[in-house]
T-cell receptor
Framework: GAGVSQSPRYKVAKRGQDVALRCDPI?????LFWYQQALGQGPEFLTY????????KSGLPSDRFFAERPEGSVSTLKIQRTQQEDSAVYLC????????????FGQGTRLTVV | DQQVKQNSPSLSVQEGRISILNCDYT??????FLWYKKYPAEGPTFLIS?????DKNEDGRFTVFLNKSAKHLSLHIVPSQPGDSAVYFC????????????FGSGTQLTVLP
């Protein structure tokens, strides 16, 4: 596709529910990133993939967060047993290279945990 | 500890005038800097970048200046247009790595017609 596509755009989950957020990166982009953006803040890094390999997951806030990119293209961010503090916009980004290049962001998924 | 700071949460300028958005950083390992623009309900859109081997980079109406000794960068928009009204984020990375961009908290720019 022309840009990074994320689905769903909005998700309301009851506390304790599991959610799965999908990201379709730009075709051919090797690198894929997930960021979390709280209201009024800048995005914060969660995890990074190079092709199907998850090379950095240092930003994942707890073991309830899990990300995968099994075929090196589409990625899924899963949050188990959601809590209110998980409410945020989850942004996916992709880039052609790993260094000295811009990352292109999707529109994000706004997760609200009630 | 915020490694990238945008101390002005908001800025208003008249159409046609210059907009100057500022960003300070603390991590000496940062060597690649980017500016993103964000409209409501959309993801950040890349605007312009600069590596630490330069002190200036221009792209049309947008110019980014980097002062390494002061650990400061700024984005100049000339002339400002109403369509430039958005939140602007400064981001930085070490070794040019796209892996972990560190973002500032953003500045809301409003360009008044």
């Amino acid at each position: 596709g022309a840009g990074v596509s994320q689905s769903p755009r909005y998700k309301v989950a009851k506390r304790g529910q599991d959610v799965a957020l999908r990201c379709d990166p730009i075709s051919g982009h090797v690198s894929l990133f997930w960021y979390q953006q709280a209201l009024g803040q800048g995005p914060e890094f969660l995890t990074y993939f190079q092709n199907e390999a998850q090379l950095d997951k240092s930003g994942l806030p707890s073991d309830r967060f899990f990300a995968e990119r099994p075929e090196g293209s589409v990625s899924t961010l899963k949050i188990q047993r959601t809590q209110q503090e998980d409410s945020a916009v989850y942004l996916c980004a992709s880039s052609q290279r790993d260094r000295y290049t811009e990352a292109f962001f999707g529109q994000g998924t706004r997760l609200t945990v009630v | 500890d915020q490694q990238v700071k945008q101390n002005s949460p908001s800025l208003s300028v008249q159409e046609g005038r210059i907009s100057i958005l500022n960003c300070d950083y603390t991590n000496s390992m940062f060597d690649y800097f980017l500016w993103y623009k964000k409209y409501p309900a959309e993801g950040p859109t890349f605007l312009i970048s600069i590596s630490s081997i330069k002190d200036k980079n221009e792209d049309g109406r947008f110019t980014v200046f980097l002062n390494k000794s002061a650990k400061h960068l700024s984005l100049h928009i000339v002339p400002s247009q109403p369509g430039d009204s958005a939140v602007y984020f400064c981001a930085a990375s070490a070794f040019g790595s796209a892996r972990q961009l560190t973002f500032g908290s953003g500045t809301q720019l409003t360009v008044l017609p």
